[in-house]
Protein backbone atom coordinates (compact mmCIF):
# COMPACT_ATOMS: atom_id res chain seq x y z
CA UNK A 1 0.00 0.00 0.00
CA UNK A 2 0.86 3.78 -1.01
CA UNK A 3 -0.12 6.42 1.68
CA UNK A 4 0.16 9.32 -0.97
CA UNK A 5 0.54 12.68 -0.54
CA UNK A 6 0.76 13.60 3.79
CA UNK A 7 1.96 15.98 5.48
CA UNK A 8 4.79 13.74 7.14
CA UNK A 9 4.96 14.69 10.92
CA UNK A 10 8.07 12.99 12.52
CA UNK A 11 7.71 13.82 16.38
CA UNK A 12 11.10 12.24 17.58
CA UNK A 13 13.02 14.14 16.44
CA UNK A 14 10.78 16.76 15.26
CA UNK A 15 10.85 17.03 11.54
CA UNK A 16 7.97 18.13 8.65
CA UNK A 17 7.64 17.19 5.32
CA UNK A 18 5.20 15.99 1.96
CA UNK A 19 5.67 13.07 0.68
CA UNK A 20 4.41 8.94 0.32
CA UNK A 21 4.70 6.07 2.84
CA UNK A 22 4.92 2.66 1.63
CA UNK A 23 3.95 0.04 3.96
CA UNK A 24 4.72 -3.57 3.30
CA UNK A 25 3.59 -6.25 5.81
CA UNK A 26 2.74 -3.82 8.67
CA UNK A 27 6.04 -2.21 8.28
CA UNK A 28 7.05 1.25 6.73
CA UNK A 29 9.06 0.29 3.42
CA UNK A 30 9.89 3.44 2.07
CA UNK A 31 9.12 7.15 2.44
CA UNK A 32 9.79 9.82 -0.33
CA UNK A 33 8.12 11.95 -3.32
CA UNK A 34 6.20 10.30 -5.79
CA UNK A 35 7.05 6.82 -5.13
CA UNK A 36 5.51 4.66 -8.17
CA UNK A 37 2.85 1.35 -7.42
CA UNK A 38 3.68 -1.86 -8.21
CA UNK A 39 1.62 -4.38 -9.48
CA UNK A 40 -1.64 -4.85 -7.63
CA UNK A 41 -0.83 -2.15 -4.86
CA UNK A 42 -3.44 -0.26 -3.52
CA UNK A 43 -2.83 3.99 -3.63
CA UNK A 44 -4.54 5.95 -0.95
CA UNK A 45 -4.60 9.44 -0.98
CA UNK A 46 -4.30 11.47 1.55
CA UNK A 47 -4.62 14.52 -0.14
CA UNK A 48 -2.37 16.48 2.18
CA UNK A 49 -3.80 15.33 5.34
CA UNK A 50 -1.13 15.00 8.16
CA UNK A 51 0.12 11.43 9.17
CA UNK A 52 2.29 10.93 12.76
CA UNK A 53 3.50 8.12 14.39
CA UNK A 54 0.53 6.19 16.56
CA UNK A 55 0.96 7.68 19.84
CA UNK A 56 1.63 5.42 22.98
CA UNK A 57 -0.20 5.52 26.60
CA UNK A 58 2.73 4.10 28.75
CA UNK A 59 0.36 3.76 32.11
CA UNK A 60 -3.50 3.31 31.79
CA UNK A 61 -5.95 1.65 34.29
CA UNK A 62 -8.81 0.10 31.53
CA UNK A 63 -10.78 -1.08 34.38
CA UNK A 64 -11.48 2.57 35.22
CA UNK A 65 -13.59 2.24 32.16
CA UNK A 66 -16.72 1.94 33.59
CA UNK A 67 -16.34 3.92 36.24
CA UNK A 68 -17.15 7.48 34.83
CA UNK A 69 -20.56 8.17 36.23
CA UNK A 70 -20.46 6.14 39.14
CA UNK A 71 -22.60 6.61 42.13
CA UNK A 72 -20.91 8.95 44.40
CA UNK A 73 -20.34 8.18 47.98
CA UNK A 74 -21.86 10.10 50.63
CA UNK A 75 -18.83 10.73 52.85
CA UNK A 76 -16.22 12.30 50.52
CA UNK A 77 -12.67 10.34 50.86
CA UNK A 78 -9.67 12.27 53.10
CA UNK A 79 -6.63 12.07 51.26
CA UNK A 80 -5.18 9.46 49.24
CA UNK A 81 -5.12 6.14 50.00
CA UNK A 82 -9.22 6.84 51.70
CA UNK A 83 -9.69 7.44 48.24
CA UNK A 84 -8.52 4.51 46.92
CA UNK A 85 -10.37 2.52 49.62
CA UNK A 86 -13.39 4.33 49.12
CA UNK A 87 -13.60 4.21 45.46
CA UNK A 88 -11.05 2.81 43.38
CA UNK A 89 -10.68 -0.58 45.45
CA UNK A 90 -14.30 -0.60 45.57
CA UNK A 91 -14.30 -0.34 41.78
CA UNK A 92 -12.26 -3.18 41.15
CA UNK A 93 -13.34 -5.60 43.65
CA UNK A 94 -16.52 -5.15 41.75
CA UNK A 95 -15.58 -6.69 38.32
CA UNK A 96 -15.83 -9.79 37.10
CA UNK A 97 -14.39 -11.31 33.85
CA UNK A 98 -17.09 -9.75 31.45
CA UNK A 99 -16.84 -6.31 32.79
CA UNK A 100 -13.02 -6.79 32.65
CA UNK A 101 -13.80 -7.52 29.02
CA UNK A 102 -15.89 -4.53 28.32
CA UNK A 103 -13.81 -2.32 30.17
CA UNK A 104 -10.95 -3.73 27.58
CA UNK A 105 -13.60 -2.46 24.45
CA UNK A 106 -14.35 0.93 25.71
CA UNK A 107 -10.84 1.92 26.95
CA UNK A 108 -9.67 0.44 23.45
CA UNK A 109 -11.76 2.39 21.35
CA UNK A 110 -11.19 5.50 23.47
CA UNK A 111 -7.87 4.79 22.61
CA UNK A 112 -7.50 4.45 19.03
CA UNK A 113 -10.04 7.80 18.91
CA UNK A 114 -7.11 9.30 20.57
CA UNK A 115 -4.60 8.26 18.29
CA UNK A 116 -3.38 5.76 20.38
CA UNK A 117 -1.59 2.79 18.69
CA UNK A 118 0.05 1.10 22.05
CA UNK A 119 -1.57 0.56 25.34
CA UNK A 120 0.46 -0.18 28.58
CA UNK A 121 -1.87 -0.86 31.57
CA UNK A 122 -2.23 -1.46 34.89
CA UNK A 123 -5.18 -3.98 35.52
CA UNK A 124 -6.55 -4.81 39.35
CA UNK A 125 -10.06 -6.83 39.65
CA UNK A 126 -9.38 -8.78 43.06
CA UNK A 127 -12.52 -10.88 42.33
CA UNK A 128 -11.85 -12.01 38.81
CA UNK A 129 -7.67 -12.42 38.93
CA UNK A 130 -7.15 -15.30 36.56
CA UNK A 131 -8.38 -15.04 33.28
CA UNK A 132 -8.84 -11.25 33.48
CA UNK A 133 -5.21 -10.41 31.18
CA UNK A 134 -6.51 -13.14 28.51
CA UNK A 135 -9.88 -11.16 28.87
CA UNK A 136 -7.83 -7.77 27.92
CA UNK A 137 -5.63 -9.16 25.68
CA UNK A 138 -8.86 -10.76 23.29
CA UNK A 139 -10.33 -7.30 23.78
CA UNK A 140 -7.65 -5.08 22.62
CA UNK A 141 -6.15 -7.78 20.35
CA UNK A 142 -9.47 -7.70 18.49
CA UNK A 143 -9.59 -4.00 18.25
CA UNK A 144 -5.95 -4.09 16.78
CA UNK A 145 -4.05 -2.38 19.59
CA UNK A 146 -0.51 -3.26 20.59
CA UNK A 147 -1.07 -3.78 24.32
CA UNK A 148 1.73 -4.51 27.38
CA UNK A 149 -0.18 -6.11 29.86
CA UNK A 150 0.25 -6.56 33.77
CA UNK A 151 -1.69 -7.33 37.49
CA UNK A 152 -1.22 -5.52 40.02
CA UNK A 153 0.01 -7.65 42.76
CA UNK A 154 -1.08 -6.91 46.23
CA UNK A 155 -1.04 -8.00 49.55
CA UNK A 156 -4.36 -6.07 50.60
CA UNK A 157 -6.52 -8.96 49.77
CA UNK A 158 -4.32 -11.79 51.48
CA UNK A 159 -1.64 -13.57 50.69
CA UNK A 160 -3.72 -15.97 48.31
CA UNK A 161 -4.79 -13.33 45.95
CA UNK A 162 -1.23 -12.39 45.69
CA UNK A 163 -0.26 -15.75 45.16
CA UNK A 164 -3.11 -15.63 41.97
CA UNK A 165 -1.91 -11.91 40.88
CA UNK A 166 1.66 -13.11 40.09
CA UNK A 167 0.08 -16.50 39.01
CA UNK A 168 -2.01 -14.45 36.29
CA UNK A 169 0.97 -13.51 34.43
CA UNK A 170 1.96 -16.89 33.41
CA UNK A 171 -0.75 -17.72 30.59
CA UNK A 172 0.40 -14.78 28.41
CA UNK A 173 4.05 -14.78 29.33
CA UNK A 174 3.99 -18.29 27.93
CA UNK A 175 2.19 -17.35 25.08
CA UNK A 176 4.15 -17.35 21.72
CA UNK A 177 5.78 -13.27 20.38
CA UNK A 178 4.04 -11.65 18.27
CA UNK A 179 5.21 -8.18 18.59
CA UNK A 180 1.74 -6.84 19.68
CA UNK A 181 1.78 -8.16 23.26
CA UNK A 182 3.92 -7.70 25.60
CA UNK A 183 3.52 -8.37 29.40
CA UNK A 184 5.37 -6.87 32.31
CA UNK A 185 5.18 -8.54 36.20
CA UNK A 186 2.19 -5.82 37.80
CA UNK A 187 2.81 -4.65 41.16
CA UNK A 188 0.44 -2.17 43.01
CA UNK A 189 2.42 0.25 45.27
CA UNK A 190 5.05 -0.36 48.02
CA UNK A 191 2.14 0.61 50.90
CA UNK A 192 0.09 -2.37 49.80
CA UNK A 193 2.60 -5.09 49.18
CA UNK A 194 4.86 -6.97 51.78
CA UNK A 195 8.66 -7.29 51.75
CA UNK A 196 8.26 -10.91 50.66
CA UNK A 197 5.50 -10.01 47.64
CA UNK A 198 7.79 -7.49 45.91
CA UNK A 199 10.55 -9.72 45.69
CA UNK A 200 8.47 -12.59 44.38
CA UNK A 201 7.65 -10.17 41.24
CA UNK A 202 10.97 -9.15 41.30
CA UNK A 203 11.82 -12.92 41.01
CA UNK A 204 9.08 -13.86 38.63
CA UNK A 205 10.25 -10.78 36.45
CA UNK A 206 13.58 -12.08 36.51
CA UNK A 207 12.79 -15.13 35.07
CA UNK A 208 10.34 -14.17 32.23
CA UNK A 209 13.21 -11.61 31.44
CA UNK A 210 10.70 -8.17 32.01
CA UNK A 211 10.43 -5.95 34.14
CA UNK A 212 8.01 -4.34 36.71
CA UNK A 213 5.08 -1.91 36.33
CA UNK A 214 4.41 -0.35 39.87
CA UNK A 215 3.24 2.99 41.04
CA UNK A 216 6.38 4.91 43.40
CA UNK A 217 5.70 7.48 45.52
CA UNK A 218 2.28 8.60 44.32
CA UNK A 219 1.37 10.12 47.38
CA UNK A 220 2.75 10.99 50.68
CA UNK A 221 1.54 7.87 51.83
CA UNK A 222 3.73 5.39 50.11
CA UNK A 223 6.95 6.77 52.05
CA UNK A 224 4.90 7.60 55.46
CA UNK A 225 3.42 3.81 55.39
CA UNK A 226 6.05 1.65 55.02
CA UNK A 227 8.59 3.83 56.66
CA UNK A 228 11.09 3.35 53.76
CA UNK A 229 11.81 5.54 51.19
CA UNK A 230 9.83 3.70 48.05
CA UNK A 231 12.86 3.61 45.44
CA UNK A 232 15.46 2.42 48.18
CA UNK A 233 13.21 -0.64 49.39
CA UNK A 234 12.74 -1.19 45.41
CA UNK A 235 16.54 -1.18 45.54
CA UNK A 236 17.13 -3.22 48.47
CA UNK A 237 14.52 -5.99 47.35
CA UNK A 238 16.13 -6.16 43.97
CA UNK A 239 13.22 -5.28 42.35
CA UNK A 240 14.48 -2.36 39.90
CA UNK A 241 14.63 -4.48 37.08
CA UNK A 242 15.97 -3.07 33.90
CA UNK A 243 12.51 -1.77 31.77
CA UNK A 244 10.54 -1.52 34.63
CA UNK A 245 7.83 1.01 34.54
CA UNK A 246 7.57 3.36 37.65
CA UNK A 247 4.46 5.05 37.73
CA UNK A 248 4.26 8.89 39.09
CA UNK A 249 7.24 9.41 41.40
CA UNK A 250 5.91 12.33 43.00
CA UNK A 251 7.52 12.27 45.96
CA UNK A 252 10.89 10.84 45.15
CA UNK A 253 13.95 13.60 45.24
CA UNK A 254 16.88 13.45 42.81
CA UNK A 255 19.18 10.84 44.21
CA UNK A 256 16.29 8.17 43.91
CA UNK A 257 15.11 9.29 39.99
CA UNK A 258 19.19 8.94 38.91
CA UNK A 259 19.02 5.71 41.13
CA UNK A 260 16.27 4.59 38.91
CA UNK A 261 17.56 6.04 35.53
CA UNK A 262 21.39 4.44 36.25
CA UNK A 263 18.85 0.81 37.17
CA UNK A 264 17.45 1.45 33.46
CA UNK A 265 14.04 1.80 34.48
CA UNK A 266 11.11 4.26 32.67
CA UNK A 267 8.91 6.32 34.92
CA UNK A 268 5.90 7.74 33.56
CA UNK A 269 4.28 11.18 34.31
CA UNK A 270 0.68 11.32 34.50
CA UNK A 271 -0.16 14.97 35.52
CA UNK A 272 -4.31 15.21 35.24
CA UNK A 273 -4.37 12.43 37.66
CA UNK A 274 -1.23 14.19 40.09
CA UNK A 275 -4.04 17.58 39.92
CA UNK A 276 -6.94 15.02 40.39
CA UNK A 277 -6.03 13.06 43.01
CA UNK A 278 -4.42 15.82 44.72
CA UNK A 279 -1.06 14.39 45.40
CA UNK A 280 1.63 16.84 44.58
CA UNK A 281 3.82 18.17 42.04
CA UNK A 282 6.30 15.78 40.17
CA UNK A 283 9.94 16.84 40.78
CA UNK A 284 9.79 17.33 36.72
CA UNK A 285 13.36 18.69 36.07
CA UNK A 286 15.03 15.47 37.90
CA UNK A 287 13.21 13.40 35.50
CA UNK A 288 15.07 10.48 33.58
CA UNK A 289 15.65 11.09 29.63
CA UNK A 290 13.55 7.62 30.14
CA UNK A 291 10.15 9.79 31.60
CA UNK A 292 7.19 8.94 29.47
CA UNK A 293 3.42 10.46 30.14
CA UNK A 294 0.16 8.20 31.19
CA UNK A 295 -3.30 8.73 31.75
CA UNK A 296 -3.61 6.73 35.08
CA UNK A 297 -7.24 5.86 33.43
CA UNK A 298 -8.27 9.19 32.62
CA UNK A 299 -9.00 8.01 28.59
CA UNK A 300 -5.96 7.59 26.86
CA UNK A 301 -5.95 11.29 25.33
CA UNK A 302 -2.59 11.64 25.27
CA UNK A 303 -2.45 14.83 23.26
CA UNK A 304 -5.23 16.43 26.51
CA UNK A 305 -2.45 15.11 28.46
CA UNK A 306 0.21 16.71 27.11
CA UNK A 307 -1.62 20.29 27.08
CA UNK A 308 -2.56 19.77 30.77
CA UNK A 309 0.31 18.57 32.03
CA UNK A 310 2.46 21.36 30.24
CA UNK A 311 0.41 24.19 31.51
CA UNK A 312 1.06 22.83 34.68
CA UNK A 313 4.65 22.82 34.37
CA UNK A 314 4.42 25.98 33.04
CA UNK A 315 2.38 27.93 35.75
CA UNK A 316 4.75 26.11 37.96
CA UNK A 317 8.24 26.73 36.27
CA UNK A 318 9.36 23.51 35.78
CA UNK A 319 11.47 24.38 33.15
CA UNK A 320 10.39 22.27 30.35
CA UNK A 321 9.71 23.32 26.58
CA UNK A 322 7.29 22.67 24.19
CA UNK A 323 10.03 20.08 23.01
CA UNK A 324 10.72 18.82 26.44
CA UNK A 325 7.03 17.41 26.34
CA UNK A 326 7.29 16.59 22.66
CA UNK A 327 10.13 14.52 23.86
CA UNK A 328 7.80 12.45 26.63
CA UNK A 329 5.63 12.12 24.82
CA UNK A 330 7.33 10.39 21.80
CA UNK A 331 9.27 8.23 24.51
CA UNK A 332 6.11 5.94 25.23
CA UNK A 333 7.31 4.89 21.65
CA UNK A 334 10.46 3.96 23.16
CA UNK A 335 9.25 2.40 25.88
CA UNK A 336 6.45 0.13 23.98
CA UNK A 337 9.86 -0.51 21.33
CA UNK A 338 12.15 -2.22 24.35
CA UNK A 339 8.80 -4.26 25.63
CA UNK A 340 7.27 -5.61 22.41
CA UNK A 341 10.94 -5.86 20.30
CA UNK A 342 9.64 -3.52 17.56
CA UNK A 343 10.40 -0.59 16.21
CA UNK A 344 8.04 2.32 16.93
CA UNK A 345 7.37 6.08 16.66
CA UNK A 346 9.00 7.07 13.72
CA UNK A 347 7.70 7.29 9.84
CA UNK A 348 10.88 6.01 8.73
CA UNK A 349 12.09 2.38 6.80
CA UNK A 350 12.25 -1.01 9.06
CA UNK A 351 9.37 0.90 11.68
CA UNK A 352 6.22 -0.50 12.34
CA UNK A 353 3.12 0.90 10.19
CA UNK A 354 1.73 2.54 13.14
CA UNK A 355 -0.11 5.64 11.92
CA UNK A 356 -2.40 8.63 12.67
CA UNK A 357 -3.98 10.36 9.87
CA UNK A 358 -5.39 13.41 11.00
CA UNK A 359 -7.77 16.11 9.96
CA UNK A 360 -5.64 19.29 9.33
CA UNK A 361 -6.37 22.18 11.56
CA UNK A 362 -5.38 25.21 9.37
CA UNK A 363 -2.96 27.66 10.03
CA UNK A 364 0.55 29.10 10.39
CA UNK A 365 2.55 26.70 8.16
CA UNK A 366 4.27 23.93 10.98
CA UNK A 367 7.71 23.39 11.02
CA UNK A 368 10.14 20.96 13.08
CA UNK A 369 10.73 24.16 15.00
CA UNK A 370 7.44 24.79 15.72
CA UNK A 371 6.04 21.17 15.90
CA UNK A 372 6.40 21.05 19.91
CA UNK A 373 4.69 23.63 20.58
CA UNK A 374 1.93 23.09 18.16
CA UNK A 375 1.27 19.65 19.84
CA UNK A 376 0.34 21.61 22.66
CA UNK A 377 -1.79 24.64 21.51
CA UNK A 378 -2.79 23.02 18.11
CA UNK A 379 -3.12 19.42 17.86
CA UNK A 380 -5.91 17.39 19.75
CA UNK A 381 -7.59 14.07 19.59
CA UNK A 382 -10.71 15.47 17.60
CA UNK A 383 -8.15 15.55 14.88
CA UNK A 384 -7.81 12.14 14.57
CA UNK A 385 -9.66 10.30 11.41
CA UNK A 386 -8.02 6.99 10.87
CA UNK A 387 -5.82 5.05 12.44
CA UNK A 388 -3.50 2.04 11.52
CA UNK A 389 -1.95 -0.55 13.33
CA UNK A 390 0.23 -2.92 11.72
CA UNK A 391 -0.10 -2.08 8.71
CA UNK A 392 -4.14 -2.73 9.28
CA UNK A 393 -7.04 0.40 9.05
CA UNK A 394 -8.18 -0.19 12.35
CA UNK A 395 -9.94 2.81 12.73
CA UNK A 396 -11.79 4.60 9.42
CA UNK A 397 -13.78 7.96 9.77
CA UNK A 398 -13.61 7.93 13.66
CA UNK A 399 -15.33 4.41 13.67
CA UNK A 400 -13.64 1.15 15.06
CA UNK A 401 -13.29 -1.09 12.06
CA UNK A 402 -15.50 -4.21 12.61
CA UNK A 403 -16.69 -3.27 15.74
CA UNK A 404 -20.96 -1.63 16.54
CA UNK A 405 -20.39 0.88 18.32
CA UNK A 406 -24.08 1.22 19.57
CA UNK A 407 -23.96 -2.74 20.12
CA UNK A 408 -21.12 -1.79 22.59
CA UNK A 409 -22.12 1.31 24.55
CA UNK A 410 -25.66 -0.72 25.04
CA UNK A 411 -23.44 -3.57 26.50
CA UNK A 412 -21.50 -1.16 28.39
CA UNK A 413 -24.55 0.38 30.02
CA UNK A 414 -25.07 -3.06 31.11
CA UNK A 415 -22.23 -3.75 32.69
CA UNK A 416 -21.73 -0.68 34.14
CA UNK A 417 -25.13 -0.91 35.90
CA UNK A 418 -24.36 -4.86 36.82
CA UNK A 419 -20.62 -2.79 38.55
CA UNK A 420 -22.14 -0.47 40.49
CA UNK A 421 -24.58 -2.67 41.69
CA UNK A 422 -22.36 -4.73 42.70
CA UNK A 423 -20.17 -1.96 44.40
CA UNK A 424 -23.49 -0.80 46.25
ZN1 LIG B 1 -1.88 4.16 38.05
Redo the contacts with the bound molecule.
Sequence with gaps: MILRGAKLLDLDPPAVRVGDVRVVDGRIAEVGEGLVPGVGEIVEDLAGRWLMPGLVCA???LYSALACGMPFLPDAPEGFTDMLRKVWWRLDEALDLGAVAVSGLVGGVGALRAGVTTVVD?HASPNAILGSLEALDDALGGLGLRRVLCYEVTDRGGAEKARLGLKAHEGLLAAPRDGRRAVRIGAHAGFTLSDDTIRACAALGRDAGVGLHI?VA?AVDDEATVGEPPVARLARLGALLPGSIL??CVHVGPGDLARLSDAGCWVTH?PR?NMNNAVGRAPLPYFPVRTAL?T??IGADMLAELQAGAFRSQEAGDGWSPADWARALTAGARLASDALRVRLGRLAPGYAADLVVLDPVPGPPLSAENLPAALIFRFSAAMVRHVMVDGVWRLRDRDPVGLDLCALDSRAQGAALEVWGRMA
Design positions: HHHHHEAHQSGDG
